[in-house]
């Protein structure tokens, strides 16, 4: 009875190592390689110049998980999700997207709890179906969801790229009907801003007019953006969401707002005796952050609770709709770049409005 395949093949590793070594080369069954037929003896001596026979090729493929006949992979290695979505920051750190604190906070409070022990392969449809369930058992929106099941897509999208995954299982976005329609009427921005400190007032106030973004773009305004000589001020390629420039010239309420503050800050440099760079600061010369409090408090005073500084950008291409400047200025005003934007918050101009109106009087008269 011929010894089993896998025994045969430790017999002629260990047959090779003896050779190696000066000793007597013989084949898996003992045999002295002068007592071979011909072809065998080749095989053997083959094997002690260090060439490659079929059975050393066997052997190799065999330990690497693979042979060239049935085109089997090799195994992959056993990924785990904290592994994996260790990446995803990486990748956010690298990039330097600004939604890496949120990312973090979804990982941390949900996506970690929920598969952090589970390795990538085992996680399947059904379980990305029952998180989703679990959470809106919690109550989260299913905006929110989706941001969150978008890190775990990511998870998987570089996971794949690295050659550690071979695939990923089906993650259905959820439906959202999230579109924001607020706006801001004068009458309502002039009672809000009224209870605001100065500081925050003459934010919001450049916020109304331009519709610029207010963290990225407004609230890190330098004065080295403020051009008073031409009357505009302006964003360098590269610091907008976009990543394109813009520019805005000034209106008379622009003016008398950069001129204001531009007093306030020549006052708060001789008090800090340094050097102030940015346009909107609080009295310690740093640049403006988060006021989320102080601004829900004067929307809640004002009588229109529950609005946010977002509603800016729509109410300034309403507003600069209305006054007749052409939709693809106002788009490059505020910096959209498509106009879905407009048909989203069902801005139009409303003299368009009443010409169809009068149109369609005019057709019936006759």
């Given at each position: 009875m011929e010894p089993a395949p896998e025994r045969q093949c430790d017999s002629?590793?260990?047959?090779?190592?003896?050779?190696?070594?000066?000793?007597?080369?013989?084949?898996?069954?003992?045999?002295?390689?002068?007592?071979?037929?011909a072809r065998r003896r080749r095989?053997?001596?083959l094997r002690r110049r260090g060439d490659v026979t079929v059975s050393e090729t066997h052997v190799k493929q065999r330990d690497r998980g693979t042979t060239t006949r049935t085109g089997v992979t090799p195994p992959f290695p056993r990924l785990m999700f904290c592994a994996a979505v260790r990446e995803v920051l990486d990748d956010y750190r690298i990039n330097r997207r600004r939604s890496l604190v949120d990312v973090e906070r979804h990982v941390r409070l949900h996506l970690g709890p929920f598969f952090g022990r589970r390795r990538m392969a085992a996680i399947t449809t059904t379980d990305v179906r029952r998180y989703v369930a679990r959470r809106q058992d919690e109550g989260a929106k299913n905006a929110t969801i989706n941001r969150e099941l978008s890190v775990l897509q990511r998870a998987f999208t570089l996971a794949i790229a690295a050659g550690t995954l071979p695939s990923r299982p089906h993650i259905a976005l959820l439906r959202e009907d999230n579109v924001r329609r607020g706006f801001f009427e004068r009458d309502e921005f002039e009672s809000v801003r009224r209870r605001l400190p100065p500081d925050l007032?003459?934010?919001?106030?450049?916020?109304?007019?331009t519709g610029w973004r207010w963290r990225s773009e407004a609230a890190r305004l330098r004065w080295t953006n403020v051009a008073f000589d031409v009357g505009e001020v302006r964003l360098d390629p590269g610091t907008t969401k976009t990543g394109e420039g813009r520019v805005f010239p000034f209106t008379a309420e622009l003016r008398a707002l950069f001129e204001r503050r531009r007093a306030v800050t020549r006052e708060?440099?001789?008090?800090?005796?340094?050097?102030?760079?940015?346009?909107?600061?609080?009295?310690?010369?740093?640049p403006i952050g988060s006021f989320n409090k102080a601004w829900a408090t004067a929307c809640r005073a004002a009588g229109v609770p529950g609005r946010v500084l977002h509603d800016f950008r729509r109410t300034a291409?309403?507003?600069?709709?209305r006054a007749g400047v052409p939709e693809r200025v106002a788009m490059q005003l505020v910096g959209w770049k498509s106009r879905q934007m407009l048909d989203r918050?069902?801005?139009?101009?409303?003299?368009?409005?009443?010409d169809a109106a009068r149109k369609l009087d005019a057709e019936r008269a006759r």
């Open positions: 002629w590793r260990r047959s090779c190592t003896a050779s190696e070594r000066g000793g007597p080369v013989s084949d898996s069954f003992g045999r002295r390689a002068d007592d071979l037929p095989d053997v001596r007032a003459d934010l919001v106030s450049f916020l109304y007019t708060r440099e001789r008090e800090l005796g340094r050097a102030v760079a940015h346009v909107f600061t609080r009295p310690n010369g740093d291409v309403r507003n600069l709709v918050y069902h801005i139009v101009n409303a003299s368009d409005l009443v």
